[in-house]
């Protein structure tokens, strides 16, 4: 079906107007209402200014104030998708005006001047015509504990709680001061002012047809900050089906998961969201290749959202999937999960970690979100993470690419659902027509001149094979060349040409601290070795002590030796899984 947009520049007067017809909300999903004095002041002050350089009501001019994405929604109202700040701004705006003018003097402007208002903020009864001060044009149903009563509360009756502490009740008291002052100083200018507010200055209304057209015009639109995420929607459809001290408990659970993903660099509830759709995908036995957006796929082809709000606690479902990056991410552990502190398993989902893409994480999730309260959970979650370990790094290796893995980890995800056990059946038609053999030249030399992008896990493997590295590896390390890439004749007996055939294979690569390798620098082996050898990395403390000088030859010999280390790990991870 077609995206309809309606788009027509409107005045402040005619668009508040509309609100007659289809009421304005601001929805549940939304942000708060944010802006402050800085922002109330440039809207004044511009608007002030144009009327002191234009004359005001003297003159035909314009001023823009901007778009206003809205749709409509089935309750017959426009429902405000992006200009929501700027917007609720305008309607405390006016309403203040509206106070100002009716504890001021009445003259034939004032009058004028409020009767113009109340078309703008207020019904009206339809046979007499009289203002309806209970009946605004605008509501909020952004969730929050009082705002929105003291929004309501301000547009209806005027008046404001000076202890209050919310957005509204500030901004409204400030925009009081102000135009007090303006009254104070020059009454016609009040009156010029509030003309050009409603007559002159003008929106461009943008009206889509459905809440998904207008939310992609926002997003293409907005560059003033973040737009709104799926999980902004998902939180409001959620809190729309509760009780009060449901939704207050909601709302206090949602902050506090918001909160503590925020202390993390990577995730976000919008991810916890991607990762457990690929629980529920797994759950549905759907393997489909071609990943849905994770907004419709929540929503359903009815579009009623009935996969997000049949899960009894989705609250408690994601705080489990986050419990994974809470151990990969942030190194912490989890009271009462045993798993959480198990050295070999943190070393193999640290290696995970530095897969090239998220595919690792599925499985993982799953898993973990289906098993963790089984008996041995941690023996379990320990042969089944090494071998998809083993699984990915030599696909990898093979075929750098996500169509190697990707039908392969879907299938995965459904076979796990099904047993604590499950097949990993990668086999592809075209691509793996038969098992790697890991024995082969090709796949030695595939390790020893890898992708670069699977180098990170290669390093880490090699790291952790070593029996004296103590924990996990720093979270700042960098691939250090042994035999720098900068070529320097005076450091080395070979031409240019062998020296870079050589560099870039994994024998000349090691895992070493930034610190560390700032200092090391670009130089010959003899001065990195100094910095080697304080190194609390194992392998490369190693490398130091018992590496006397470094060649092209040596280059050679430690790509046999790596390889040999990976291989025996990714043999070891199947051997033990079966």
Request: glycine share 4%.
């Amino acid at each position: 079906m077609a995206t309809s947009i309606e788009v027509n520049k409107q005045k402040i007067q005619e668009l508040l107007a509309s609100g007659r017809e289809h009421k304005f909300v601001i929805p549940a999903y939304q942000r708060p209402y944010e802006w402050g004095k800085d922002e109330l002041d440039a809207l004044f002050d511009d608007l002030y200014n144009f009327v002191a350089t234009t004359g005001g009501s003297k003159r035909n001019n314009t001023y823009f104030l901007g778009s206003i994405v809205s749709f409509e929604n089935d309750h017959d109202e426009q429902e405000i998708i992006d200009g929501q700040q700027r917007l609720t701004s305008i309607f405390l705006l006016l309403r203040a005006i509206y106070e100002v003018l009716r504890n001021g003097i009445q003259t034939p402007e004032a009058e004028n001047m409020m009767r113009k208002i109340e078309t703008a903020i207020w019904d009206a009864d339809k046979l007499k015509g009289t203002v309806l001060f209970d009946k605004v044009l605008i509501s909020s149903e952004v969730i929050s504990t009082n705002a929105n009563e003291s929004f309501r509360n301000i547009l209806e009756r005027g008046v404001a709680d000076e202890n209050a502490k919310d957005n509204y009740t500030k901004n409204y008291l400030y925009l009081q001061k102000r135009l007090r002052d303006l009254n104070q100083d020059d009454p016609m200018a009040l009156y010029e002012f509030t003309y050009s507010l409603l007559e002159q200055a003008i929106v461009l209304p943008i009206k889509a047809d459905t809440q998904d057209s207008a939310l992609t015009i926002f997003n293409t639109l907005n560059d003033r900050g973040l737009p709104l995420s799926d999980a902004d929607i998902f939180k409001a459809k959620i809190y729309n089906t509760l009780d009060d001290e449901a939704s207050k408990f909601f709302i206090k659970r949602w902050q506090e998961l918001e909160e503590e993903i925020s202390e993390s660099s990577d995730e976000s509830i919008q991810k916890l969201f991607t990762y457990y759709m690929f629980y529920l995908r797994a759950k549905e036995n759907d393997i489909d290749t071609t990943t849905p957006g994770v907004r419709k796929y929540y929503a359903g082809t009815d579009g009623k959202f009935t996969r997000l709000l049949q899960v009894d606690d989705i609250l408690t479902e994601l705080s489990s999937v986050y419990n994974i990056w809470r151990v990969v991410e942030r190194h912490q552990s989890i009271i009462g999960e045993s798993w959480s502190t198990n050295l070999d398993l943190l070393h193999t989902l640290d290696i995970l970690s530095s897969y090239p893409n998220e595919f690792w994480k599925y499985p993982i999730i799953i898993y973990y979100i289906c098993y963790r309260n089984s008996t041995g959970f941690d023996k379990k979650f320990l042969r089944f993470a090494n071998r998809l370990l083993s699984e990915l790094i030599s696909r990898y290796l093979v075929d750098p690419s996500i169509s190697a893995i990707k039908s392969g980890v879907l299938r995965l995800d459904a076979s796990i659902i099904k047993s604590e056990n499950p097949d990993f059946n990668f086999v592809q038609k075209n691509k793996f027509n038969n098992e790697i053999d890991f024995d082969s030249s090709s796949f030695e030399r595939q390790i020893q001149t890898p992708h670069t992008k699977i180098v990170r896990m290669i390093l880490k493997t090699i790291a952790y094979a070593n029996e004296d590295q103590i924990g996990l590896l720093p979270d700042k390390w960098e691939i250090e060349h042994i035999f720098p890439r900068r070529y320097q004749a005076n450091y080395f007996e070979c031409s240019s040409k062998e020296a870079s055939e050589k560099i870039e294979h994994i024998g000349n690569k090691l895992p070493f601290e930034k610190r560390l390798n700032i200092v090391a620098g670009n130089g010959y082996f003899g001065k990195k070795r100094e910095q080697y050898i304080k190194s609390d990395i194992a392998v490369v403390k190693d490398f130091g002590d018992k590496q006397v000088e470094w060649g092209l030859d040596d280059i050679v010999r430690r790509d046999q030796k790596v390889s040999d280390i990976v291989i025996s790990r990714i043999k070891d991870g199947v051997k033990n899984y079966n």
